[in-house]
DNA sequence: CGTGTTTGACCGGCGC
DNA sequence: GCGCCGGTCAAACACG
């Protein structure tokens, strides 16, 4: 990432909320992160989001991801809108079929809502209903191909998204991904950039866009889950980024974002519950975003834990 | 020649 | 029904 410009690094959980929450966030919020509602898929669900779902005030977000004085005025643009509990499952649904947000993280509240649950719901839904239809196992994703059965609903990937201060716009998260769109964003002057993974049946996909108000910022929007390791013929950096132990399978496939290689390393929990231990964490084989984490002072794993499913956990037994 | 990018056209959903 | 808009396709092109 380094090697990428990368300044800052932001954690951002994205799901399929239902058509209410869409409305609810594009029309009661103005912007999200300080983008236009145009430019950023309504959505998203943000770092406050989690918080309010939480006990954990703005400050620790801001301790935990360093974010800058500008940032803080970003996130906090959304302070004091309404958030339902609707909204904070949907964070959960975002790849976990568990729905412990809300309640208390450990505890592994039986599935079955959130993903079906949340497809019923979502009978109109704006953006998040693309068509997809390369995706339905049968190849005919050709123009006017209708290949959807009338009534069924399109399943939809779990999505997440990043907000990352970069001044590149493709950042390199060890991945092959080909470019198959470039759209212009409304009320933005920076395009959105779609990429596919190139590994045959991954139907991962990600979106790349630029901040409006912060140009600076880079908004990656991840869709889907790898269904396999990391390429082994990797480019850039990210083979020598992550050790080896990182980039074999996980449960769900091999790890899909950087946050979850993140989220991958065994005795995480431990090392970010001591702070004296955290310190020897160079000494290891530490991937760069435990690195970045360190550097920017992250407290606790609960933040953490609060915020990504406990999917992406891994404890040691 | 294989792989990836560019770019205009097309499609479907949604609001009016 | 129409227009807008986000997302996707695929031919043409660039590049190593």
Request: hydrophobic share 25%.
């Amino acid at each position: 990432m380094s090697d990428h410009g990368l300044r800052d690094f932001y954690y951002h959980a994205s799901t399929f909320n239902n058509d209410h929450d869409q409305q609810s966030f594009g029309g009661e919020t103005d912007s999200i992160y300080g983008v236009s509602p145009s430019s950023v898929d309504p959505s998203y669900m943000s770092f406050t989001d989690c918080l309010h779902s939480t006990s954990l005030d703005y400050g620790s977000l801001e301790k935990a991801f360093g974010l800058s004085p500008s940032s803080s005025e970003v996130f906090s643009s959304l302070e004091g809108s309404n958030r339902t509990a609707k909204q904070l499952v949907s964070a959960e649904d975002l790849g976990s079929n568990t729905g412990e947000v809300t309640g208390t993280p450990n505890s592994s509240i039986s599935s079955s809502s959130s993903e079906a649950g949340c497809e019923e719901d979502s009978d109109k839904s704006k953006k998040d209903g693309q068509p997809k239809g390369s995706e339905d196992g049968g190849e005919s994703s050709k123009k006017g191909n209708k290949a959807k059965t009338k009534g069924e609903k399109k399943q939809r990937e779990p999505r997440f998204a990043f907000m990352t201060k970069s001044e590149v716009d493709h950042l390199e998260d060890g991945y092959r991904w080909r470019k198959y769109g470039q759209k212009a964003v409304k009320n933005s002057p920076y395009p959105r950039s779609y990429y596919r993974c190139t590994t045959q049946k991954c139907t991962v996909k990600k979106r790349v866009e630029r901040s409006f108000q912060d140009p600076s910022t880079v908004i990656t929007t991840y869709e889907g889950q790898h269904n396999h390791p990391l390429p082994t013929t990797l480019r850039g950096s990210a083979a020598g980024l992550f050790p080896p132990s990182m980039l074999t399978q996980s449960p769900l496939g091999g790890p899909s974002f950087p946050h979850e290689l993140l989220m991958q390393m065994p005795n995480y929990h431990h090392q970010m519950n001591n702070q004296a231990t955290a310190g020897s964490m160079f000494a290891q084989n530490v991937s760069p975003f435990q690195q970045y984490v360190h550097q920017h002072q992250v407290p606790d794993y609960g933040l953490l834990q609060d915020m990504v499913p406990s999917r992406f956990l891994k404890h040691e037994p």
